[in-house]
């Protein structure tokens, strides 16, 4: 059954959605992958965790050269992770915990192996198969440069050449990300009806929404004009919507079409986008009426951790947001970024203080869980899973690694396998004795274990058990309004939500005594002696 739902309040404007990056979350056959096996034996976990939905990273049939960002077949279930089959009970099964289910859909770039690439390849130039992604000829006497002077957002030129029908040098193909990533040409009939067809394919199979990959990327300016500045991938340095390949408003013809689909379906499906744009303002273009639901607000969790950055964080995303009808969503951690504890605990040196950063993480995570709208919660940050800063370089698996020609060490440290168990050869990650995880664990990720964090009251486990059970039982929280207490420019955050409830994080180097209140619901850290520590934030119910 799932719950939550009301005729008033479709559950995508207020759900907590937990991010499976399922490489990474559970290994049930000891190949030192993850994989949907594991994923459902372990759906009671994350339904008692207090999660409304699953968001898995990419399932799908892939040569992995970005771990599944690179899809071969729409249709499969990439073999190391299961089958179809598999894909069709972890469906039911979480629908059966109260769980909905979102897929993430890559439709800026296949893979160089899917079928519709190996064609363009074999019909050559001018041809109807290369007509679905960007192929040109190279500039200068030979053909030699590459059509534009766009980078890749993993290192290197956006373009590769490719053997001419002779054997000799040809075209160019654009790919925004890896080589082994070739960009559509979303111009194309042919492209839009395949991608109308693959989101009917899972909603047929009960998937109650898809997360939009690289959601402002799809349509690029066919004049192909270089950029002035190569290293504005996102359109900053550029008017609204002049960038050649990123957040074009044409974009969101392709998103209306998708919102009539999902509005076949019964039961509320939902795209969430992955968009990442220079505004709020933009952003909001996304999830106007018509559009997609709900986008991932980035804005919040790029905010330094300082009141001034992180109000207006707050106050920027819901006013764009609530301006169209759209709820907002708060994010703090996903596979692509430094995970939180690290990234608050950086000191000015570069050295990171982890007991620093796991304090202000849990801090931020109760001020994220008070916010109105939805929130995202990636796998391990219950847990308080620092960002592994020490792989081995032989043993990371990013594109980027190899792409920036060995100088940006990339996103590796965040999606290292979970710890389940304290023992264990995988800490529990797999079988006992099975292979190695993908990615080495370090020693100390026992002590952040699952089971170790079950047994303590003061975990973090414990703390974002504790707070999701509050949320859903507060009828304050969720969406509504959010009514400052504090002044612009106090160094601590005040809000009430709803006529009963406060919550207060103090950003001051000092503790700070609590405002009048009838009782505590929740505290990131224990008060001290009744003031509110350093680093710390606080529920309130108020009079
Ligand atoms: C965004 C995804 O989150 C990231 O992991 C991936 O590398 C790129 N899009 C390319 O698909």
Known sequence: MIGRVTTETP???DAVIYQVYIRSFADSDGDGIGDLAGLTDRLGYLADLGVDAVWINP??????VDNGYDVADYRAVEPAYGTLADAEKLIARAHEHGLRVIPDLVPNHLSAEHAW???????????PERARFVFRPGRGPDGAEPPTNWRAHFGGPAWTRVAGPDGGPGEWYLHLFDPGQPDLDWRNAEVRAEFESVL??????????FRVDVAHGLVKDPGLPDLADVDDLTGASLGPGAHPFADRDEVQEIYESWRRIAEEYPGARMFVAEAWVPSPERLARYVSPGRLHTAFNFDFLLAPWEPAALREAIDTTTGYLHGV???ATWVLENHDVVRAPSRYGRRRDGAVDVALGERRARAAFVLMAALPGGVYVYQGQELGLPQVDDIPDEALRDPTWERSGHTERGRDGSRVPLPWTAGGSSFGFGPDGGDAPWLPQPDWFGRYAVDVESDDAGSTLALVRAALARRAALDALGEGPLTWESEPGDPVLSFRRGP???????????PVPLPEHAEVLLTSAPLDDGLLPADCAVWLSVG
């Open 500 to 510: 009963g409830f406060a919550c207060v994080v103090n950003l001051a180097a000092a």
């Open 325 to 327: 009808g759209a709820p």
């Open 59 to 64: 399932w799908y049939a892939s040569p992995q």
């Open 200 to 209: 009917r394919f899972w909603f047929d199979r009960g998937v109650d929404g």
């Open 11 to 13: 559950w995508w404007r």
């Open 117 to 127: 690439f190996r064609e363009a390849l074999a019909a050559g130039p001018g041809s």
